[in-house]
Nanobody
Framework: QVHMVESGGGVVQAGGSLRLSCTASGLSMEQYAMGWFRQAEGKGREAVSCISWSGSSTYYPDSVKGRFTISRDIAANTLYLEMNNLKPEDTAMYYC??????????????????WGKGTLVTISS
């Protein structure tokens, strides 16, 4: 059974930084592409940072490019999201998930059983 636990969310002022972490069990990040997705209130879910299983490809939408960085520690089976220069529009629930297709232009989730419960990020203006 796959289990993912996110942490690191909180309330920060615009321009600030946060680092999210996701520890997984039941799957190896060495074998799965992984991603961070977010869902703001009243909006759909969107991928914000993804990394291929080999680590050779990453995906960032234009809205976060240059501000967010995804990384992973294979030995610790932990995924990270470094978020800088945060904006009020970054306010959302952030989820760690296994990813399906990861290219520089797209990232899709792998399946509904491969999600964490999320960590809330709130950016105040």
């Amino acid at each position: 059974q796959v289990h993912m636990v996110e942490s690191g969310g909180g309330v920060v002022q615009a321009g600030g930084s946060l680092r999210l972490s996701c520890t997984a069990s039941g799957l190896s990040m060495e074998q799965y592409a992984m991603g961070w997705f977010r869902q703001a209130e009243g909006k759909g879910r969107e991928a914000v940072s993804c990394i291929s299983w080999s680590g050779s490809s990453t995906y960032y939408p234009d809205s976060v490019k240059g501000r967010f960085t995804i990384s992973r520690d294979i030995a610790a089976n932990t995924l990270y999201l470094e978020m800088n220069n945060l904006k009020p529009e970054d306010t959302a629930m952030y989820y760690c998930a296994a990813a399906g297709v990861v290219t520089t232009t797209m990232c899709t989730p792998f399946g509904e059983n491969y999600w964490g419960k999320g960590t809330l990020v709130t950016i105040s203006s």
